[in-house]
């Protein structure tokens, strides 16, 4: 079986060197070149259209002035002509790197002023022909028209904003505001820009704010805008942060408020006690004097003994103020005439 099979690929691999060697091939493809040849011949002679891509050069700006939309990088020509001067043109783009393309075109200081610029495409016409073969015709300009605005820039100065929630580590709290440094920033851009801005914000820094429990300064980038410039490119965020302690005082007195002049209000007891939280670094500053309790005479109700006892000002940094007890009983006696 395997012998049957090797004769029969040598015999295929004669039968095909035979046809190689043969006059027959050779015919063949001599007829097959002739064909294609006046093939192409008959196919570039006829004409057609096709799109060569014509690169655009912005010449530089005056100083102080900036542009406010993205340029158009080249401009689209639809030629008509032969094939064969078609396939000229198309070579020409592709080796455009080796300094064989067609010439940019130019667009000066002396064709734009500030404002919207409307360019004509048709009025680069006379210098692409230049460039083109007699017979070759423009069929159309894509685009029709090159918009190019040029607007004066202007400063202006905004705060930054930070974004990102502060999380803090349980029983820790913040001390102060987020300081920024800095926390304003020159922009610059077209007053129709500027406008629109009333603030630079930071990227999201959420990571960075994570987990505080002591004072952290981190370094977070600011938010790039195309629309406008500015010199800074981060911002410092400082945060400042402590364990929180609870703290008792046994005796804050009571206040009374809103009581008629002929009457006496007398509280019992006179005094609360009061548990607080706040910072470790303000712990032992907190004393009775933080604390200003009341009771209202307008809120007495005449069907109790009692009345509540309010926190009307605590000193900054306390929270999570609580009294104990926070009802106190009352009695009310009317002033003697002396």
């Not at 610029?117 to 685009?143: G, H, R």
């Not at 509540?308 to 900054?316: Q, Y």
Request: net charge neutral; glycine share 4%.
């Amino acid at each position: 079986m395997k012998d049957e099979i090797l004769n029969f690929i040598e015999k295929q691999i004669k039968k095909a060197r035979e046809f190689v060697m043969s006059k027959d091939l050779w015919v063949f493809l001599f007829f097959l070149a002739i064909s294609a040849t006046l093939w192409l011949m008959q196919a570039s002679s006829e004409k057609g259209e096709s799109t060569i891509q014509i690169p655009i050069q912005y010449e530089e700006i005056p100083e102080g002035f900036c542009r406010s939309e993205q340029l158009c990088p080249a401009l689209e020509v639809t030629v008509s002509d032969q094939w064969q001067t078609l396939f000229k043109y198309h070579a020409k783009t592709a080796f455009a790197f080796l300094g064989y393309g067609f010439d940019t075109i130019k667009i000066g200081r002396e064709k734009l002023q500030e404002g919207r610029n409307l360019i004509q495409s048709k009025s680069f016409e006379a210098k692409l022909k230049e460039q083109l073969n007699a017979n070759t015709k423009i069929e159309s300009y894509s685009p029709d028209t090159i918009k190019v605005s040029i607007f004066k820039i202007e400063k202006k100065t905004v705060p930054v904003k930070l974004v990102g929630k502060i999380r803090l580590r349980p029983q820790y709290i913040q001390i102060g505001d987020v300081t920024i440094n800095p926390d304003k920033i020159d922009i610059f851009g077209t007053k129709e820009t500027l406008d629109k801005i009333d603030s630079l914000e930071t990227l999201p820094a959420d990571s960075l704010l994570n987990d505080i429990f002591e004072n952290t300064t981190q370094i977070v980038p600011l938010k790039k805008d195309d629309n406008i410039s500015f010199n800074e490119s981060q911002v410092i965020v400082d945060i400042k942060a402590e364990q929180v302690m609870e703290k008792v005082i046994d005796v804050v007195g009571i206040n009374k408020k809103n009581v008629p002049a002929n009457l006496t209000l007398k509280t019992f007891p006179a005094y609360v006690g009061v548990k607080c939280k706040v910072g470790v670094s303000n712990w032992d500053k907190v004393t009775p004097s933080s604390f200003t309790l009341v009771v209202d005479y307008n809120k007495i109700n005449s069907k109790s003994n009692k009345i509540n006892v309010e926190v009307a000002n605590s000193a900054e940094g306390i929270f999570g103020v609580s009294l104990h007890p926070d009802q106190v009983e009352f009695i009310i006696e009317t002033k003697t005439e002396q």
